[in-house]
């Protein structure tokens, strides 16, 4: 994934009422969305409010002038989905023992626990630790279930991609360094976006990433940066400054995380274009 | 023997393309292509583009209807919110890349006729002219950050910029219209119901 250079702001309940009526209007820019987003998976009685400024939101769609696709549209869409398998939804991780406990209990249960821990020190000792503990995990598994959603909407896109006919499809192999690397560049010439996806890389270490180069009469425009996981397998979304036919060729090199002006650490991948 | 799907719930179609039925898919084309393909239109200007879109919107539900819960709200929201998100995406885009979008005024384009519409339950012809009625019922302000937002793509700070309002005042006037909105929807709706 592209890395972000823009920090995301922090939101919490009480500024989440300024932010949903723009969120359900389409008015936060990408990168205001996704904090939005990412609170509302953790925050049941938020997202509830999301639900009914949304429901309000999308009524406006009926305001607008009806027009009728073509008919072909409809047969593109069902020839698409007769070659595009569907992947299931992201599975959250099974919940630990002490939570299954805790989501367990009911409102009124939880009083009493609370009661009941209060009744001596220790007991309080106890409770604080274990909600602490309790918190933690929670959150810890909020994070991974969101990664997985992002990945799984990663995947998704690029398998639409490559079913695509109008995408362009370029290769890149692995050099000496990693010769058995490999990644494909698809571009799509509407968009002027590319993905790039990459297998059998090395692992790199927390202060590295890849970045990939876009090469144009000997000069070198970055195409951003992106890291892979434990098995080599990583992915980039691209915004090529200029169609990518205006490009001669393409490589991948090791970098310091956040990118460099110009190549400086080994190439792990080139292709022509 | 052939299953008739027309009296299921959008739901319970969501349910079936989940599990790979394209028949459904199909329906929920016919119940929801023309507002799809409307509002994206309405957005970006460009007939070929907002069939783009259109299409990436229904292929995307193929893929992605088994992450539709009944706990995510009702569908044709769900649909319709991630229908107006990948246009306003797709203009913003176009914007960046310099290309020009068609721009009206501010106000709906009501001028437009919406042509013969044999396949739509007389219920939407309802839905369209009450969304129309409210939106123009509501307090001028409100109506105006309202449509910039959702008719023009614009996002919050472009539209304080534009108004030459803070953005405070943007959200604020956002947040009311949208409850303001909302209620006057519910009134007519109970009048309709009334008058049966």
Redesign the interface.
């Known amino acids: 994934m592209i890395n972000g250079k823009r920090r995301s702001p922090l939101i919490t309940c009480e500024n989440m009422g300024d932010l949903l009526a723009p969120y359900v209007l389409g008015a936060l820019d990408t990168l205001d969305r996704r904090p939005v987003e990412d609170h509302l998976l953790a925050c049941a009685p938020c997202a509830q409010l999301a639900r009914e400024y949304q429901a309000i939101a999308s009524s406006l769609a009926y305001g607008v002038s009806m027009v009728d696709p073509p008919p072909s549209l409809k047969e593109r869409v069902l020839a698409r989905a007769a070659v595009l398998p569907q992947v299931a939804p992201p599975q959250a991780p099974s919940p630990s023992r002490w939570q299954r406990i805790w989501e367990g209990m009911n409102e009124v249960m939880r009083p009493r626990a609370a009661a009941v821990a209060m009744a001596g020190a220790a007991g309080m000792i106890v409770m604080v630790v274990w909600v602490a503990v309790l918190q933690s995990e929670v959150a810890s598994q909020r994070a991974a279930t969101q990664a997985l959603a992002r990945t799984l909407e990663q995947q998704q896109q690029t398998l639409v991609w490559a079913t695509t006919p109008a995408v362009l499809r370029y290769t890149m192999g692995g050099t000496e360094s990693a010769p058995t690397a490999w990644a494909t560049v698809l571009y799509k010439p509407t968009l002027e976006q590319a993905i790039l996806v990459a297998g059998d890389m090395p692992t790199l270490p927390a202060d590295k990433v890849y970045q990939l180069w876009l090469v144009r009469d000997g000069q070198r425009t970055s195409g951003g940066t992106f890291t892979v996981d434990a098995s080599g397998r990583g992915q980039a979304l691209v915004h090529p400054p200029l169609p990518i036919k205006e490009y001669q060729s393409i490589g991948v090199t090791v970098e310091p995380t956040g990118g460099s002006p110009g190549p400086t650490g080994t190439r792990v991948l080139r292709g022509t274009l | 023997m052939p299953v008739d799907y027309t009296p299921l719930l959008d739901e319970e179609l969501a349910a079936r393309i989940?599990q790979?039925d394209?028949e459904a898919?199909?329906l929920v084309?016919?119940r929801y292509?023309?507002?799809?393909?409307?509002?994206s239109?309405?957005l970006i200007g460009e007939r070929p583009?907002?069939?783009?879109v259109?299409?990436?919107v229904?292929?995307?539900l193929?893929?992605?209807?088994?992450?539709y819960s009944a706990d995510?709200?009702?569908f044709?929201?769900w649909l319709?919110?991630i229908?107006?998100?990948r246009a306003?995406?797709?203009l913003?885009?176009m914007h960046r890349?310099g290309k020009s979008v068609p721009l009206e005024g501010p106000e709906?384009?009501h001028a437009?006729?919406?042509?013969p519409?044999p396949a739509?339950e007389t219920s939407?012809l309802a839905?369209?002219q009450a969304?129309?009625r409210s939106?123009d019922q509501l307090p001028p302000q409100q109506r105006e950050v309202?449509v910039l937002?959702?008719?023009h793509?614009?996002?919050?700070?472009e539209?304080a910029n534009q108004l030459g309002a803070p953005l405070?005042t943007?959200?604020t006037r956002?947040?009311l219209?949208?409850?303001k909105?909302?209620d006057m929807?519910r009134n007519l709706n109970r009048e309709e119901r009334d008058s049966r």
Not at chain 2, 33 to 39: G, K, L, M, P, Y
Not at chain 2, 62 to 67: C, D, K, Q, S
Not at chain 2, 112 to 115: F, K, L, R
């Open positions: 989940a790979g394209r898919l199909g084309y016919d292509a023309r507002v799809v393909f409307s509002v239109l309405r583009v907002a069939e783009e259109t299409q990436e229904f292929v995307n193929w893929l992605r209807a088994g992450t995510k709200g009702k044709s929201t319709l919110s229908a107006h998100n306003v995406d797709q913003r885009r890349e709906m384009d437009a006729t919406d042509g519409d739509q939407t839905d369209r969304v129309r939106v309202l937002a959702y008719y793509g614009l996002t919050q700070v539209i405070g943007v959200k956002m947040r219209g949208l409850l909105l909302r929807l």
